[in-house]
């Protein structure tokens, strides 16, 4: 089964960093051309964050998880652990959410179109206080 695991949430204070992994299995990571995360808050909808292109290296945020020019969470990915990660530094309360990471085997425009994604991970709860 193709299927994507994520770990990595908990409860930070304002401010605080953590790094949300997601672990591919049944399919190679590089096989995937698009890689995302998305976010999903009581009351709201599923936001994108962040996403890769995988064979490019392009990456994308949204306008939510930066400050001013510069972004609060960065994604990347290593093929050799089939892995893709978001760093999250100066965490503020609207980011709590549930996260989850999807993976496209297009390369998706756009990037934040959550119809595009055909595998999804079971989510991480990530609170911020």
């Known amino acids: 089964d193709v299927q994507l695991v994520e770990s990595g949430g908990g409860s930070v204070q304002t401010g605080g960093s953590l790094t949300l992994s997601c672990q591919a299995s049944g399919y190679t990571v590089g096989s995937k051309r698009t890689m995302a995360w998305f976010r999903q808050g009581l009351a709201k909808g599923r936001e994108g964050v962040a996403a890769?292109?995988?064979?490019?290296?392009?990456?994308?945020?949204?306008?939510s998880v930066k400050d001013r020019t510069t972004n609060r969470f960065t994604i990347s990915h290593d093929n050799a652990k089939n892995t893709v990660y978001l760093q999250m530094n100066t965490l503020k309360p609207g980011d709590t959410a549930m996260y989850y990471c999807?993976?496209?085997?297009?390369?998706?425009?756009?990037?934040?179109?959550?119809?595009?994604?055909?595998?999804w991970g079971q989510g991480t709860q990530v609170t911020v206080s």
């Open positions: 999807a993976a496209a085997r297009d390369r998706v425009w756009p990037v934040f179109d959550a119809n595009e994604y055909d595998t």
């Open positions: 890769i292109f995988l064979h490019e290296g392009t990456t994308f945020y949204a306008d």
